[in-house]
């Protein structure tokens, strides 16, 4: 009940308010009734250009700009992740920083460094057990015996261990000498994989390079007809005339251990037979490489056409067995290797039995690592001005205060336009023309008067407040 008497009570209060009481109200009904509609009309009109204006305000997006002057790091930081926060809303933003330093060295903010393969920091590529491999008496055994082979072997697989590394000196060298171009500040993210990427292609691009040159070497060989000095890709023949002179001419090697047919080293350089000690009496070939009794095969080891080709498809695996490495150095007693010299499995990604001509193309490489500091690119970049431009939606503050800004204009405007129109209104429908144009004349004149002064006030002074707003921002 107190409920229903309280809505009583304010239908009441909403029917007897006057919001444009004047003194003639008390004696004259008619101007009260004008009155009363005026305020009504005034409610109603009041309450829909608040809801418009305030809605309008609301949904309206604004830009605002805030430049950050010399900022650090942190503050740098801060800002892009509070860009990258509005960057996942709708609203469109930017946050730009301008080097003052364009041109940045690599070697300031990059380090690159690189381990290879064991095989390259080991015993097996020292010049000791190269020369300790070389005997004097080469020429007498079997060119396929590992005491023949092994040292012009080791030799070239030192000097591909050698290559890799000065390739990945010079070509690291030459990316750190270079210079970043940097007009604008790159987010930490961004340095990072950018940096990364690049160091990543000075990788592959110089394992490229090592490629095309072992392509190179091996067609090279090939195609001019090198002759080693074991003989055994080709030979020289002398041939004997009746007249007593001699001639000399090649004669390419054929090898035919494990193939279905004769393999022919002046056709093809893939001619391979298994490294092994054999008997030491020498071996008469006549250009021709049959498979033989062995005393002992070196497991993974090749002989061939050409000593580089038949290492590039040699492995390492007996040089990371110490069984398989005793029974090679069974032959070569001068050579004193401890169980430290032998290759560690757990050193090397790659497998015992991968081929060198994979290590090769891969230039040896175990490790590759790269360190950015971002810290120290900064500080070379060193942004002398941040414009951090971002739209959002208008805050509640911001709408009352447009509204409290424009309310007061509002509403003199209706208070002075309303009851003139409703006095006009009423006047026209009475249909006293003299009551009119005697009585009302003067005060009609002066109502539409003062109404358009306002309405031109509220019109003028909206506009130089979006106007002040704009400059603002």
């Known amino acids: 009940m107190n409920f229903i008497a309280g809505l009583r009570t304010i239908k009441e209060f909403l029917i007897s308010l006057n919001l444009f009481e004047s003194l003639a109200t008390q004696t004259n009904p008619n101007r009260l009734r004008t009155e009363l509609i005026s305020t009504r009309i005034y409610m109603v009109l009041m309450t829909i250009a608040i809801v418009i204006l305030a809605l309008f305000t609301a949904l309206e997006n604004t830009t605002q700009s805030i430049n950050i002057q010399n900022p650090s790091q942190d503050t740098f930081d801060r800002y892009y992740s509070e860009y990258l926060i509005r960057l996942q809303s709708e609203y469109s933003t930017t946050f730009q920083c301008s080097c003052s330093q364009i041109e940045i060295p690599y070697k300031t903010f990059i380090n690159i460094t690189y381990k290879l393969h064991p095989v390259c920091s080991s015993v097996f590529v020292s010049d000791s057990w190269i020369n300790l491999l070389f005997s004097p008496d080469m020429t007498y055994y ?9 040292n012009g072997q080791f030799q070239l697989l030192a000097s591909l261990c050698l290559f890799a590394n000065q390739a990945l000196n010079n070509a690291i060298d030459d990316f750190l000498s270079n210079f970043l171009l940097s007009p604008l500040t ?19 691009s110089t394992i490229s390079t090592f490629r095309r040159l072992l392509n190179l070497v091996r067609d090279t060989s090939l195609t001019n007809g090198l002759q ?12 004997s005339y009746a007249n007593g002179t001699m001639e000399a001419y090649p004669y390419a090697t054929v090898w035919s ?8 080293c002046g056709l093809t350089s893939v001619c ?25 095969n070196v497991t993974g080891f090749l002989v061939g ?13 007996c040089f990371f ?13 001068t050579i004193n290797i401890t169980g430290d010299d032998i290759l560690n499995i757990n050193q090397t990604h790659f497998e015992p039995n991968t081929t060198i001509e994979n290590l090769a193309k891969n230039l040896f490489i175990e490790d590759w690592s790269k360190e950015t500091l971002f810290s120290a690119y900064y500080a070379k970049c060193a942004p002398a001005l941040c414009t951090y431009t971002f739209t959002e939606r208008n805050s509640f503050l911001k709408v009352l205060t447009t509204l409290l800004g424009v309310y007061g204009g509002i509403t003199v405007a209706l208070r002075m336009c309303i009851p003139y129109a409703v006095h006009f209104w009423r006047n026209r429908k009475v249909g006293n023309p003299i009551q009119r144009n005697r009585g009302g004349f003067f005060l009609a004149k002066s109502d539409k ?8 006030y509220i019109a003028t002074s909206s506009k130089y407040t979006e106007h002040d707003e704009d400059s603002s921002n």
């Open 321 to 333: 067995d110490s069984i398989c490495l005793s029974n090679i150095l069974t032959y070569f007693p």
């Open 272 to 296: 391979y037979e298994q490294a092994a000690f054999f008997d030491e009496s020498a071996y008469e070939t006549q250009g021709v490489f049959e498979k033989s009794d062995s005393l002992e």
């Open 228 to 239: 080693p000095a074991m003989q055994t890709s080709s030979m020289e023949l002398l041939d």
């Open 305 to 317: 056409c050409y000593a580089f080709d038949a290492l590039l498809n040699s492995s390492l695996t």
């Open 186 to 204: 790159v987010s930490s993210a961004s340095f990072k994989n950018q940096s990364e990427a690049n160091a990543e292609f000075v990788k592959t």
């Open 142 to 150: 079997y060119p396929i015996d590992f005491r023949s082979s092994g």
């Open 449 to 456: 008067l003062k109404c358009s002064v306002f309405s031109y």
């Open 257 to 264: 251990g494990d193939y279905k047919s004769e393999c022919f």
